[in-house]
C-alpha cells in the first residue's frame, strides 16, 4: 500500500513535468487530463508539505501554460500533416520536407525552451529540501531509473 502511495506520487511528478514539456507539440493529440494532473500533482505537494501559497502559485504557473502547449500541439500537428502531404505526393518535393524539418525543430526548441523556463519556475517556489524530496520520490519509482547495459548498474537520472 505504501509502495504503491509512493509510486503513485512520484507518477505525478512526472505527469507535471511531462506537461510543460515539447511533447505535446509532437507527439500527436495526447495531452494529460488536467483533473488527472492536478490530482496526481497534489500527492506531490502532499509529500513535501507544500504551503497553500506554493500550491497556489505552481497551479497558477502550470494553468498559464497550459494554452500555450496547446497551440504548440497544434501548430505540431499541422506540421505534421504538411510533412505527410508532401510524402504521399506524386513527386515528393524535398525542399518541402526540408522545410517542414526545420520548423518542426523550431517548434521543438520554442516549446521545450518553455517548458524549461516553466519547471525551473515551478522548482523556485519550493525550498530545496523540498526539491531534494522531489528528486528521491523520482528515484524510488522504478521507471525512473536507467540500466547501463555495459555494467548492469542502475543510473539514476
Known amino acids: ?9 512520484a507518477m505525478s511528478l512526472a505527469t507535471l513535468t511531462a506537461l510543460t514539456l515539447a511533447t505535446p507539440a509532437l507527439a500527436g493529440d495526447r495531452m494529460p487530463d488536467p ?3 492536478r ?17 497556489m502559485d505552481a497551479w497558477r504557473l502550470l494553468e498559464g ?3 500555450e502547449m496547446r497551440a504548440y500541439r ?3 500537428r499541422a506540421l505534421r500533416e504538411r510533412l505527410m502531404s508532401a510524402l504521399v505526393a506524386n513527386d515528393i518535393d524535398r525542399g518541402e520536407v526540408r522545410t517542414v524539418r526545420a520548423d518542426l525543430v523550431d517548434l ?10 516553466l519547471i525551473v519556475g515551478i522548482a523556485e517556489l519550493f525550498t530545496p529540501e523540498q526539491r531534494v524530496q522531489m ?9 525512473w531509473n536507467r540500466h547501463d547495459t555495459r555494467s548492469g548498474d542502475t543510473v539514476p537520472l
Open 1 to 9: 500500500m505504501l509502495r504503491s502511495l509512493v509510486r503513485r506520487t
Open 35 to 37: 483533473e488527472h494532473m
Open 39 to 55: 490530482e496526481r500533482a497534489e500527492h506531490v505537494f502532499d509529500s513535501v508539505d507544500a504551503t497553500p501559497r506554493q500550491r
Open 65 to 67: 501554460a497550459i494554452d
Open 74 to 76: 497544434e501548430e505540431g
Open 108 to 117: 521543438f526548441d520554442r516549446a521545450t525552451d518553455r517548458g524549461f523556463d
Open 135 to 143: 528528486r528521491e520520490l523520482h528515484r524510488v519509482h522504478d521507471g
